[in-house]
């Protein structure tokens, strides 16, 4: 567990180190639901999730009645740009609120990421029977680890993984809508609005991914 954060924490440290001239495109404003699955297929996370591609907003609820093994319900509103977010509790109206170390997250594409190919899944023959895919990829500075992120014409998100030596990650999204049909969502409740931030433990590496490591 530790060394995955490890490897969050150095993913999070890169910097751009060449140009090139195929730039990563970013996702429009959408809305959807996403999958969270580790390698050794445990069903980490399903529910609706909210972006807000120009302000870097993301509101994520897992989704209670499908069959996932978390140990508990997840509600989490990232402000990418302001560095914090908050772990909701509806149920009995709490809410952490902490910072945020890293602004990486499945739904878009970082700008120093490589443009590995264009595939066409299912046929490119059949009429509306195949999906045309950018995959970009970026590794981490140590490599031992790595992602990609396979995105549609437009930039919407398909799915996107996540290697590192000691977990690997699948995020899956569906049924997006290119859209925020709910702004509400991108607003802290109100029950969070006067919480403090929370002292960050040492060695602790705060991101969308580390909540489902
Ligand atoms: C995306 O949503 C934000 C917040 O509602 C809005 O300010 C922005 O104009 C939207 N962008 C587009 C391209 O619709
Ligand atoms: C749920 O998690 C527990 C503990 O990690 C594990 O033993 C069990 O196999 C998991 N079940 C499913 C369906 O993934
Ligand atoms: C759970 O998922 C289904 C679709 O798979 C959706 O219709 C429903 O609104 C979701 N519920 C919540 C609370 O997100
Ligand atoms: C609210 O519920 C969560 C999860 O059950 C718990 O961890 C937290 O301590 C509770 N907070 C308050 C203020 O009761």
């Given at each position: 567990?530790?060394?995955?954060?490890?490897?969050?924490?150095?993913?999070?440290?890169?910097?751009?180190?060449?140009?090139?001239?195929?730039?990563?495109?970013?996702?429009?404003?959408?809305?959807?639901?996403?999958?969270?699955?580790?390698?050794?297929?445990?069903?980490?996370?399903?529910?609706?999730?909210?972006?807000?591609?120009?302000?870097?907003?993301?509101?994520?609820?897992?989704?209670?009645?499908?069959?996932?093994?978390?140990?508990?319900?997840?509600?989490?509103?990232?402000?990418?740009?302001?560095?914090?977010?908050?772990?909701?509790?509806?149920?009995?109206?709490?809410?952490?609120?902490?910072?945020?170390?890293?602004?990486?997250?499945p739904l878009d594409i970082p700008d120093d990421a490589t443009f590995s190919t264009k595939e066409h899944s299912g046929s490119a023959a059949i009429e509306g029977e195949g999906l045309q895919l950018d995959v970009w990829t970026g590794s981490m500075p140590d490599k031992k680890g790595h992602y990609s992120m396979s995105v549609t014409k437009g930039c919407l998100p398909v799915f996107t993984f996540y290697f590192t030596e000691s977990t690997s990650f699948?995020?899956?999204?569906?049924?997006?809508?290119?859209?925020?049909?709910?702004?509400?969502?991108l607003a802290a409740p109100s029950f969070c609005v006067e919480q403090p931030v929370e002292d960050t433990p040492e060695g602790t590496v705060n991101g969308f991914l580390n909540e489902f490591v």
């Amino acid at each position: 567990m530790y060394a995955a954060l490890t490897l969050f924490f150095f993913m999070c440290l890169t910097t751009s180190t060449h140009a090139d001239h195929h730039q990563p495109c970013h996702a429009p404003n959408m809305t959807g639901f996403m999958s969270v699955m580790s390698m050794k297929g445990e069903m980490k996370a399903y529910g609706a999730f909210t972006y807000d591609s120009m302000g870097k907003k993301l509101r994520f609820r897992s989704n209670e009645s499908s069959a996932t093994n978390a140990s508990h319900s997840m509600d989490l509103l990232m402000f990418f740009e302001e560095g914090i977010f908050y772990e909701i509790e509806s149920k009995n109206q709490s809410c952490v609120k902490k910072k945020l170390h890293c602004s990486m997250h499945p739904l878009d594409i970082p700008d120093d990421a490589t443009f590995s190919t264009k595939e066409h899944s299912g046929s490119a023959a059949i009429e509306g029977e195949g999906l045309q895919l950018d995959v970009w990829t970026g590794s981490m500075p140590d490599k031992k680890g790595h992602y990609s992120m396979s995105v549609t014409k437009g930039c919407l998100p398909v799915f996107t993984f996540y290697f590192t030596e000691s977990t690997s990650f699948l995020f899956r999204t569906m049924e997006i809508e290119n859209e925020i049909k709910d702004p509400d969502l991108l607003a802290a409740p109100s029950f969070c609005v006067e919480q403090p931030v929370e002292d960050t433990p040492e060695g602790t590496v705060n991101g969308f991914l580390n909540e489902f490591v």
